[in-house]
């Protein structure tokens, strides 16, 4: 437990020393809201309220993107990330640490994405609907976390950058993220429910706004966190194998 507060507070206190990095990051899924969302939703309250879930989605997507796999790659080429290795504890306090950071993140990223829907559309949403939705985005990070620290540990780090930019973007494309969560004919709606990206939106859609879930999205969540853990454990031996042996 010692070893996971410690890690915390490392992770805080690196922010704080390069904040700008985190503003970006906090406040680019808001300028999207802005421009193409409220737009685009005018009066329809569930559109609004649906879309709006989908843009915090897609903040827990681009903020895993950052913190894990461009972090943890570019950690892999830097004499700290190497020591940072090699203290006690073993990779379970850094990636718990990880986890409560990201928890963080994600609260601060949403929360003005939910303040600019309240203002600017018809959205709502019950107080048991908030809590819930927050609780499925903050599960979300599960299985965002563990594959983008897959790609962290997998990927070049000359490569991470276009990876963490285009990546983000094409899950939320295919997971549904940017059209409606409600659309359910078509080729596209039917494979984005073997997607990884579906089924924590399906479950923060049923939170928020009365959607109906998937089982086989359900099923296929379990599985690819399952497999994302695999790859991840996998990418971290590898790594540490390369560069300790």
């Known amino acids: 437990m010692n070893s996971i507060v410690v890690y915390s507070r490392f992770q805080l206190l690196q ?8 503003v970006a990051l906090l406040f ?8 193409f969302v409220i737009p685009a939703v005018g009066d329809d309250p569930v559109a609004a309220t649906m879309s709006t879930a989908s843009m915090c ?17 570019i950690g892999r080429t830097q004499p700290w990330g190497t020591y940072v290795r090699t203290l006690p504890g073993g990779p379970l306090p ?4 990880m986890l409560v950071f990201s928890t963080v993140l994600v609260l601060f990223s949403c929360a003005p994405l939910i303040v600019l829907a309240g203002v ?7 107080v048991d609907g908030l809590v819930l939705g927050f609780a499925a985005l903050l599960l979300s990070v599960i299985p965002f976390g563990l594959f983008m620290t897959a790609v962290g540990y997998s990927v070049t780090p000359m490569a991470i950058g276009p990876v963490t930019s285009l990546v983000p973007i094409l899950l939320a494309f295919v997971g549904g993220y940017f059209t409606n969560p409600n659309e359910t004919e078509g080729l596209l709606a039917t494979l ?4 990884p990206t579906r089924g924590p939106a399906e479950l923060v859609w049923s939170a928020v706004g009365g959607y109906s879930v998937h089982v086989i999205s359900m099923v296929s969540f379990v599985v690819w966190t399952v497999v994302f853990a695999a790859w991840a454990y996998r ?11």
């Open 192 to 195: 984005t429910q073997f997607l």
């Open 15 to 22: 922010a704080m020393r390069i904040p700008m990095m985190y």
């Open 235 to 245: 990418a971290y031996r590898n790594d540490e194998g390369k560069r300790f042996a």
């Open 94 to 97: 850094r990636i718990v640490s």
């Open 120 to 126: 600017t559309t018809s959205a709502s949403v019950s």
């Open 28 to 35: 680019m899924p808001s300028v999207g809201m802005v421009l």
């Open 57 to 73: 989605l897609f903040a827990v997507l681009t903020i895993c993107a950052a913190q894990y796999a461009m972090d943890i790659s």
